[in-house]
């Protein structure tokens, strides 16, 4: 919970081959809703001088000891489908599909808290079916 710094680093390019990087600086504020059973967090960056705004929300379901992430942004202004899974400990892993540059590819979001100071986020895509992945976004957290 709180307010974060995000320092991020994606692929210019996804599924393309690519290995060249774009780096930005990312705000960020979090908290829970629901009585602990979810929380929200609302990203705040600039591309090319122009705002852009993302919110997250996560929800867990107690039957199933799932947590589904969803994600919208000014730029869709819509939730997504979602990403399903779990935590084992401080690492969680959270998969879905999307199309991506023309392809469906499984989604893994990744999400590492074992220094909870500084956690990690992480993304990566599949196009054929969970063989390979390219990771293309890592967010790496700070307390603001």
């Known amino acids: 919970m709180g307010n974060w710094?995000?320092?991020n680093r994606t692929l210019k390019e996804q599924l393309a081959g690519s290995n060249e990087w774009d780096e930005f600086d990312a705000t960020q504020e979090f908290r829970l809703i629901l009585?602990?059973?979810g929380n929200f967090d609302i990203f705040h960056t600039e591309f090319d001088g122009k705002p852009f705004e993302g919110l997250t929300v996560r929800l867990f379901d107690p039957q199933t000891r799932l947590w589904t992430i969803y994600w919208a942004d000014s730029n869709a202004v819509k939730l997504d489908d979602g990403?399903?899974?779990s935590f084992d400990g401080d690492v969680g892993e959270f998969f879905g599909r999307e199309v991506v540059a023309d392809k469906d590819v499984i989604v893994k979001f990744h999400w590492d808290k074992r220094?909870?100071?500084?956690p990690i986020y992480s993304r990566a895509f599949s196009a054929d079916e969970g063989q390979t992945w390219e990771w293309n976004w890592y967010s790496d957290f700070s307390p603001r």
């Open 83 to 85: 990403k399903v899974g």
């Open 35 to 37: 009585l602990g059973l």
């Open 5 to 7: 710094n995000i320092r």
């Open 115 to 118: 220094n909870p100071k500084t």
